[in-house]
Nanobody, 127 residues
Framework: QVQLVESGGGSVQTGGSLTLSCAAA????????MGWFRQAPGKGREGVAS????????YYADSVKGRFTIYRDYADNKMYLKMNSLKPEDTAMYYC????????????????????WGQGTQVTVSS
């Protein structure tokens, strides 16, 4: 069973930066996609970014393109989300996820739809 632990959230002002990290344990050959989604109070879940681990392809929501970068560090077996130029609308709980078990992993990645996830880390951006 995959276990995911997010960290790195915090409070920043508009224009600031944060880097979230996701530590994963129990990954198997079936996990080909990892990514991030977020959920703000009173709003639905929004896929943010993903990385297809087989070839390193990355996918981003339009709302974060050019500002966020997802990457994996194989040295410490973690996944990161570097967030620059943060806006108040980026305020949300951020979750690390793996590919949905009901979708092809490439589709899961490209559509930013995830299955398992961790407890989340809060990001707050003030104006």
């Amino acid at each position: 069973q995959v276990q995911l632990v997010e960290s790195g959230g915090g409070s920043v002002q508009t224009g600031g930066s944060l880097t979230l990290s996701c530590a994963a344990a129990g990954l198997t050959y079936s996990v080909n996609c990892m990514g991030w989604f977020r959920q703000a109070p009173g709003k639905g879940r929004e896929g943010v970014a993903s990385i297809y681990t087989s070839d390193g392809s990355t996918y981003y929501a339009d709302s974060v393109k050019g500002r966020f970068t997802i990457y994996r560090d194989y040295a410490d077996n973690k996944m990161y989300l570097k967030m620059n130029s943060l806006k108040p609308e980026d305020t949300a709980m951020y979750y690390c996820g793996t590919n949905s078990p009901t979708l092809n992993s490439r589709t899961s990645c490209s559509r930013l739809i995830f299955g398992s996830w961790g407890q989340g880390t809060q990001v707050t951006v003030s104006s």
